[in-house]
DNA sequence: TTACCTGCAAAGAGTTTGCAGGTAG
DNA sequence: CTACCTGCAAACTCTTTGCAGGTAA
């Protein structure tokens, strides 16, 4: 269980300091095989289970956004007045489940080919990004 | 120029009241050929712009979310801490420029097909938002 | 007159920041 | 020892709400 020292690792790569909230945090978000959707509420509310030492809202969100400008974590784009994240920062999109307020990978194969047809002078492409929002069908 | 007796109709049959507020914010969003993006603090300053009596925030608030509700604006998703709407209240798509902070409509011709493969159980897709991010090319 | 609307100020929610004490290197 | 990090509280931004005075019907 113990694979703190690949998180050591890659903070010190980073040049993040590895600090016990930083490793409990990293074990949290990348010690797992599927990708992980959360706000910073619903991070808090994760740490507060498998730790008792209270990590701080200040440092979540200043870890989180370390780790959005790394490029270890993906903001999406939804209007909510929360800010979501995503572990997995390939390309690819969502559904977001308007009942759970919960997204929902869709990889490649569950989606086909997008072709943008316009193009401005000047601009340059720099993300697609898909959202589909579901709610019960009933 | 007075194309106020439309706006006192479209509010009316709302069952909004025509007040000189509401009256000046339709002229505003409405009388108008191009779709408007905007957040409510750009209509803000463009109302201040058109007329010397001061609209409180708490009145374009208001005023905007009652037209929200009534399907005559649509709320953008983006990851931003504001929230953006559009005139526009097809189902469409965007450009989002990153430089300056601006939609652009795409509109049907502009995209390709979107085909979404994946479904899930008692859930229905309520709606397909496409956001394209774009920046300077240099 | 009655129900609704406006504007102000206060309250809320989410996020960021300043600073004193603590920890990694 | 020094630079960086944490936690608290205060500050900030965007949005909503309570309420007293004003306006439409």
Same mark, same amino acid.
């Given at each position: 269980m113990? $694979?703190?020292?690949i998180?050591?690792?890659?903070?010190r790569?980073?040049?993040l300091?590895?600090?016990?909230?930083?490793?409990?945090?990293c074990?949290?978000?990348?010690?797992?095989k599927?990708?992980f959707?959360?706000?910073? $509420?619903?991070l808090s509310?994760s740490?507060?289970?498998?730790t008792?030492?209270k990590?701080?809202l200040?440092t979540i969100?200043?870890?989180?956004?370390?780790?959005?400008?790394?490029?270890?974590?993906?903001?999406?784009?939804? $209007?909510?007045?929360?800010?979501?994240?995503?572990?997995?920062?390939?390309?690819?999109?969502?559904?977001?489940?308007?009942?759970?307020k919960?997204l929902?990978?869709l990889?490649d194969?569950?989606v086909g080919k997008?072709?943008?047809?316009k193009?401005l002078?000047?601009?340059?492409?720099?993300s697609?990004?898909l959202?589909?929002?579901?709610?019960?069908?009933?």
């Amino acid at each position: 269980m113990s $694979n703190n020292h690949i998180f050591i690792e890659k903070l010190r790569s980073s040049g993040l300091r590895p600090t016990k909230q930083r490793i409990k945090i990293c074990k949290l978000l990348f010690d797992r095989k599927d990708t992980f959707h959360f706000t910073i $509420n619903d991070l808090s509310d994760s740490l507060r289970k498998i730790t008792l030492d209270k990590i701080s809202l200040a440092t979540i969100y200043n870890t989180i956004n370390a780790f959005k400008e790394k490029g270890y974590l993906k903001e999406i784009s939804i $209007n909510s007045n929360k800010t979501y994240f995503d572990t997995n920062v390939s390309n690819h999109h969502h559904f977001f489940d308007e009942n759970k307020k919960e997204l929902i990978d869709l990889n490649d194969n569950d989606v086909g080919k997008i072709k943008i047809k316009k193009s401005l002078p000047g601009k340059k492409i720099k993300s697609i990004e898909l959202l589909v929002k579901i709610a019960n069908s009933n």
